[in-house]
């Protein structure tokens, strides 16, 4: 398995612009979470789905940002109009939620969004 | 509601010496706890995990072990190595359904030859 896999790996865009991250979670997962990693505020969870459905938005920082989960296999973070302060390294997440017990998260490689 | 606290870094050691990052943990019911590792340029991976109290995980020379009664789940290893060197997290899923996991600052572990 490839793993999941998030495009693009770096993104560099002006004050303003809209701005659109991809994530592709490890096939057969069913639960994916969407962080967000600065140096000031560490690791945050932003909105995690299960089968498709969103689950919890609540680390969504303001309306600017919005996910979507279309299908299994891809979801897109987007943030529009996109600031300075939403520099950082963006990561996807996918897990399979069973009847029991906990699956491990698995990490993409992130996206390291700088906004200019 | 659940949290998890771990001690500030960096932490710098020459290789060969004992690690220890303390963690300790807020949770209601009975949490599992997680630490993951973040090498340089990537995503976060699973280290070792305990789901209840007394459990030590482990993996790579690393260990952790459950203490309910202190809310801690301190990483150690006896002898570290250069390639050792990342960001360490601690992280708790609590006793609910989904795979949601709370997750402490990173405690960033440099290894010198």
């Known amino acids: 398995d490839a793993g999941v896999i998030q495009s693009p790996r770096h993104e560099v865009t002006e004050m303003g612009q809209e701005v659109t991250l991809r994530c592709k979670p490890i096939?057969?997962?069913?639960?994916l979470f969407w962080y967000r990693q600065t140096m000031m505020r560490g690791l945050e969870l932003l909105i995690y789905f299960n089968n498709n459905v969103p689950i919890d938005d609540s680390g969504m920082p303001e309306d600017r940002f919005s996910a979507k989960m279309p299908n299994a296999s891809f979801s897109t973070l987007k943030i529009q109009p996109s600031e300075p302060r939403d520099s950082a390294v963006y990561f996807c997440?996918?897990?399979?939620?069973?009847?029991?017990?906990?699956?491990?998260?698995?990490f993409g490689p992130g996206t390291r969004l700088t906004v200019l | 509601g659940n949290s998890v606290t771990q001690m500030e870094g960096p932490v710098t050691l020459s290789e060969e010496a004992f690690l220890t990052i303390n963690c300790t943990y807020t949770?209601?019911?009975?949490?599992?706890l997680f630490w993951y590792v973040q090498y340089p340029g990537e995503g976060l991976q699973l280290l070792l995990k305990?789901?209840?109290?007394?459990d030590k995980g482990s993996n790579k020379g690393f260990e952790a072990t459950y203490r309910k009664e202190t809310t801690s789940f301190h990483l150690e290893k006896g002898s570290v190595q250069v390639s050792d060197s990342a960001v360490y997290f601690c992280?708790?899923?609590?006793?609910?359904?989904?795979?949601?996991?709370?997750f402490g600052a990173g405690t960033r572990l440099a290894v010198h030859p």
């Open positions: 992280a708790l899923k609590g006793s609910g359904g989904y795979n949601k996991l709370i």
């Open positions: 096939s057969g997962h069913n639960s």
């Open positions: 997440a996918s897990s399979l939620l069973g009847t029991s017990g906990f699956n491990e998260q698995f």
């Open positions: 305990a789901t209840k109290a007394d």
């Open positions: 949770a209601t019911g009975y949490p599992s």
